[in-house]
């Protein structure tokens, strides 16, 4: 049986930071993950910059190399109003075939190690961490996603409707017009939105999310809103389709027991606003692979404490902001008030993709763009 200081499961954003972050802090490192890469991963490859941040002080310092920057937000309301503008940073849509990649060659150039399983079974004994009965590590990370075994082994099950997303992705040609993401809201599903994010080599990565309700969604009716919402799209020239679930960071699990953390998707760490995941997935795996190296023993506790004072301000406020916006007209009322006034699209926008925070100024704004009986509800409380 092989013996390492921090075992890493899952080799996405979210392993190959705690893997990074584990290597600076001096720890022997192997990184597992049941597919070789680089591999396709569903999701809609949008790379904010708040994640370069993350990954330039892990010493990754340009992971989108090559790709184009996308400097604009395009958002369409439930009911049709729009707004569009430059975001606070650009952003970029890099296919995580390609991120992924670049990422765990970052994590093996930095000294960590890679081997092709995948993990089923996790014990703790005589102050290790078992893995299959194969590995023995001081310390795991668990960040194998959304299906996590080691959030099973943890004792806790997937996230119950309400705050888990189903979503379809695909490649179709980049049409005319600014460089920009675009997320069209649904009408007559909501809360569901298809979004189109330009590449910047003539391909778009293309989608629709909805949260689950009560019901499963099949592939088909993903595809038809998909289409209803994105009617320039030719259904023709899409390829690459794959669904994925999306849990969101409004019902986590805890951080992690004893020697044992979970970072990423395996924590439910995807912003029920936007669906975006990957800042949470670096910053999460950092934050993770450092305890787990410094702190084995105690790793779960000293996470804990680090993600609470990182992101914890910023966790509850998108919860409220998710309540909110489950009521189509506030949505429809955040799109107007953030197309009369860039502040308010900014620190939405912040909100959204990055580690941003509410405040009572756009509070103020977003009541005041409700419709009549609705706007004077919310401000008089009656």
Not at 97 to 102: G, I, L, P
Not at 118 to 143: K, S, Y
Not at 154 to 181: C, T
Not at 309 to 314: D, F, I, S, T, V
């Amino acid at each position: 049986m092989e013996t390492v200081d921090v075992a890493v499961v899952g080799a996405g954003p979210a392993g190959a930071s705690a893997a990074l972050a584990a290597r600076r802090a001096g720890a022997s490192v192997l990184l597992l993950d049941r597919a070789d890469f680089p591999r396709d991963k569903a999701c809609g490859d949008g790379i904010a910059a708040h994640a370069l941040d993350v990954l330039a002080e892990l010493g990754v310092p340009d992971p989108v190399s090559g790709f184009v920057p996308v400097p604009a937000l395009r958002l369409v309301a439930p009911d049709g109003s729009e707004v569009a503008r430059r975001l606070p940073r650009p952003a970029y849509t890099v296919p995580r075939q390609v991120f992924d990649a670049r990422l765990v060659a970052a994590a093996l150039a930095a000294g960590a190690r890679f081997r092709r399983h995948q993990v089923r079974r996790v014990v703790v004994r005589d102050g290790l961490v078992l893995l299959d009965g194969a590995v023995a590590a001081r310390a795991v990370v668990g960040a194998d996603g959304a299906g996590s075994a080691v959030r099973r082994a943890l004792g806790h099950g997937a996230n119950p409707d309400g705050h888990l997303g189903l979503a379809i992705r695909g490649y179709a040609p980049a049409g005319v017009g600014p460089v920009e993401q675009r997320i069209v809201a649904s009408a007559v599903h909501w809360p569901g939105y298809a979004w189109s994010f330009p590449i910047g080599d003539g391909r778009a990565n293309i989608g629709y999310g909805e949260v689950l309700a009560g019901r499963p969604l099949r592939r088909a009716e993903l595809l038809d809103r998909l289409a209803a919402l994105l009617p320039e799209v030719d259904p023709a020239t899409v390829t690459g389709l794959r669904a994925h679930h999306l849990p969101f960071s409004t019902r986590r699990p805890v951080p992690g027991r004893g020697r044992i953390v979970l970072a990423g998707d395996a924590l439910s760490l995807v912003n029920p606003l936007t669906g975006e995941g990957i800042f949470y997935a670096v910053l999460s795996g950092a934050l993770a692979g450092a305890a787990a190296a410094n702190s084995p023993g105690i790793a779960a506790g000293r996470y804990a404490a680090a993600l609470r004072q990182r992101l914890g301000a910023h966790l509850r406020h998108s919860a409220v902001a998710y309540r909110l916006a489950r009521s189509r007209p506030i949505v429809d009322a955040v799109v107007r008030a953030a197309g009369r006034d860039e502040r308010t699209f900014r620190v939405l926008a912040e909100l959204g993709l990055g580690d941003g925070r509410l405040d009572v100024r756009t509070l103020t704004r977003v009541v005041g763009a409700l419709p009549g009986a609705a706007g004077r509800h919310f401000r008089t409380g009656v």
